[in-house]
Each structure stands twice: as structure tokens, then as C-alpha cells.
């Protein structure tokens, strides 16, 4: 059984374009939370999205930031216009279908902003 | 509000002392409790969890740790420290409610030889 698949492991963008992140669960989960780790910083939620909605986007810049998970197809972090700022480790984790199960977490993509 | 204080920054241990890194965390109902680890470049790999029962866990690579309601800790112990223990740890509580995890600021731990 695959682990979860994160997609680009590294990423370089110049100010002003787009990120586009992708996460692939483990094969059976439904669940898909999205995190952020800043330089020299803990783990910050952002999203929490199942098939086709999003349960929890408390976490989330309220701009330039969107996250979707199709019915087909891995789950999708776009930030829009990066900035210096957006320039952090972003950590995919699945779980299976109860919202307190275990959590897995995918190798992350890393994004440096120029 | 749930949080999770991790009071050590960095450790450094020689390589055969025991270990235990302390984890705080505030939280309103019966928490969820995990350890995480992060080898350098590297995603989070779970070492343990606590849902129910048992208030010590048994978890992986040797670790274990033991949940303590009375005083809001969540500890992470190992008898004996292999160099390549030398990670990141983390320490999260879940949310009942929306399955998000909220993290510690993580602790480096270092291994003499």
C-alpha cells in the first residue's frame, strides 16, 4: 500500500505566479488535510477537505490560497500571485473515513519563492 | 483554545542515556494525542498515539509514552538513544471535532557519540 504522494517534492516560483501542489492519499482514505511549516516552525493547519468539499478551511489565508479534492484525482493546493512570505514546506496527510483517525503524512513539497 | 507547548527546543543527548521529551497541552475535552518525527528534509512519521484506555503507549523505534490528564502532559520516553534518533519531534493533539491537528513547536534532539 503507497504511502501518501506529494507532488513536486520541490518547487521554485518567482513573485507573482502560481503554485500548484498536489497530494495523492493513501489508497482508501477520504480524508485530506493540507499544513504548513514555516522556516524554524511547528506544523500550522490549513485545510481539511473530503471527496468534493471542504470541512474545514479555518486555517487558510483568507486570499490567493484556494484547495479542492475531486471526485477523480489527487487533492490540489494552488496559491496564487506567491509572495517571499508563502515560501514554506507544505505537508499533505490522509486518514481513513473518522475524523480521529490516524493521520499519515506525505513528504511535502517544498516552496521557495524568489 | 487547544494548544500544544513543547518546552525544550533542543536537546542534546549522548548516544545509550535515556530520553524523554515533555509535551503540554490544553485542550477542552479528551484529547487526542500523537508523536510525530521528522528526519531532515523529510514528512512526519507517527511514533505513537493516544485515544483511550491505556495511559502508557507502547509505540515505535523503542519509544513510549505516557498520558497524564492530571497534569496536561503527554511525555515521549526511550530507555536508550540511537544515533539515529537524531530528528525533529513533534507533539499534536486532534481535534474531536474536525480531525485538524494542532502542533507543538517541536523539539530537536541531537546524539552524541
Known amino acids: 500500500n503507497a504511502g501518501v504522494m506529494q507532488n513536486p517534492r520541490h518547487l521554485v516560483r518567482r513573485r507573482g505566479q502560481e503554485a500548484r501542489l498536489r497530494c495523492s492519499p493513501m489508497?482508501?482514505?477520504?480524508?485530506v488535510y493540507w499544513y504548513r511549516q514555516l522556516p524554524e516552525e511547528g506544523l500550522k493547519f490549513m485545510v481539511y477537505?473530503?471527496?468534493?468539499?471542504?470541512?474545514?478551511e479555518s486555517g487558510m489565508p483568507k486570499e490567493r490560497f484556494s484547495a479542492e479534492f475531486p471526485k477523480e484525482g489527487p487533492s490540489i493546493l494552488r496559491i496564487q500571485q506567491v509572495v517571499r512570505g508563502d515560501s514554506a514546506a507544505y505537508f499533505c496527510?490522509?486518514?481513513?473515513?473518522?475524523?480521529?483517525?490516524?493521520?499519515?503524512f506525505g513528504p511535502g513539497t517544498r516552496l521557495t519563492v524568489l | 483554545a487547544q494548544s500544544v507547548t513543547q518546552p525544550d527546543i533542543h536537546i542534546t543527548v549522548s548516544e545509550g542515556a535515556s530520553l524523554e521529551l515533555r509535551c503540554n497541552y490544553s485542550?477542552?475535552?479528551?484529547?487526542?494525542l500523537f508523536w510525530y518525527v521528522q528526519s531532515p528534509g523529510q514528512g512526519l512519521q507517527l511514533l505513537l498515539k493516544?485515544?483511550?484506555?491505556?495511559?502508557l503507549v507502547q509505540g515505535i523505534k523503542g519509544f513510549e509514552a505516557e498520558f497524564k490528564r492530571s497534569q496536561s502532559s503527554f511525555n515521549l520516553r526511550k530507555p536508550s538513544v540511537h544515533w539515529s534518533d537524531a530528528a525533529e519531534y513533534f507533539c499534536?493533539?486532534?481535534?474531536?471535532?474536525?480531525?485538524?491537528?494542532?502542533f507543538g513547536q517541536g523539539t530537536t534532539l541531537q546524539v552524541k557519540p
Open positions: 496527510a490522509s486518514s481513513p473515513n473518522r475524523e480521529t483517525d490516524t493521520q499519515y
Open positions: 489508497k482508501g482514505h477520504s480524508h
Open positions: 477537505l473530503q471527496k468534493e468539499n471542504i470541512i474545514d
Open positions: 485542550y477542552g475535552a479528551t484529547p487526542y
Open positions: 493516544y485515544f483511550s484506555g491505556d495511559t
Open positions: 499534536a493533539v486532534g481535534s474531536s471535532n474536525t480531525g485538524k491537528l494542532i
